[in-house]
């Protein structure tokens, strides 16, 4: 006892020092309010938190993230309606969306980087319909890419199955989730919208 009354009893105002210090100290976290009875700004996600988590489209999102349009994922007053297809859909292709097509031999790498770059931005600009209140069954929409749509036609008929679920995007694209966001729809999808 006589041990611990030298040696740890001068240490104890130090530690109760550093204790109030921190209690002294309060981190307050972005969008959490003070005042508990007072709502928050928003209370879904956005869409890019919902990419963020969702690991069976982890592919679609790294391309995304490499352009000026993934803003409008975080921007919360974006109202879009992204179709996401899935990791197996991607590898699917036989052209990934980096890829430039066609004999490249003669093109420099800073211009092999200029084409895909363009590559990317318009694969995932056909996966973005720039409105969030749209309706599914047999319905036609724009996309992102000018001249380029989206269709969305019920197969199942007087199912009882959620309207998402009766329907295939272009024909033959299953949606198999549907998320909701602050500034928008997410879809994803079994599948992906073709580029050409």
């Known amino acids: 006892m006589k041990f611990f009354a030298t ?22 976290l972005p969008n959490v309010p003070m005042d ?3 709502p928050t700004s928003h209370v879904r ?16 999102f790294s391309y995304a993230r490499e352009l000026q349009l993934s803003r409008l994922f975080s921007n919360v007053d974006a109202n879009i309606t992204v179709l996401v ?40 600009s056909l996966h973005i319909i720039p409105e ?10 724009p996309t992102l890419v000018e001249g380029r749509t989206i269709t ?3 197969t199942k008929k007087g199912s009882t199955a959620l309207e998402w679920q009766r329907v295939l995007v272009n024909g033959d694209i299953p949606i198999l989730n549907k998320k909701e966001a602050i500034n928008g729809v997410l879809y994803v999808i079994d599948g992906t919208i073709q580029a050409d």
């Open 7 to 28: 040696f740890f009893l001068p240490l104890l105002p130090i530690a109760l020092g550093i204790h109030e210090a921190a209690a002294a100290e309060q981190v307050v």
């Open 36 to 38: 508990p009875s007072r």
């Open 45 to 60: 996600p956005t869409l890019f938190d919902l990419l963020t988590i969702e690991p069976s489209s982890s592919i679609f």
């Open 85 to 124: 297809p899935t990791n197996k859909a991607v590898m699917a292709l036989a052209r990934k969306p980096h890829q430039v097509p066609g004999d490249t031999i003669e093109l420099s790498e800073q211009e092999m980087e200029e084409r895909s770059g363009k590559n990317v931005e318009r694969w995932v």
């Open 132 to 141: 969030s209140q749209i309706s599914l069954p047999s319905r036609t929409y």
């Open 152 to 154: 969305f036609k019920e």
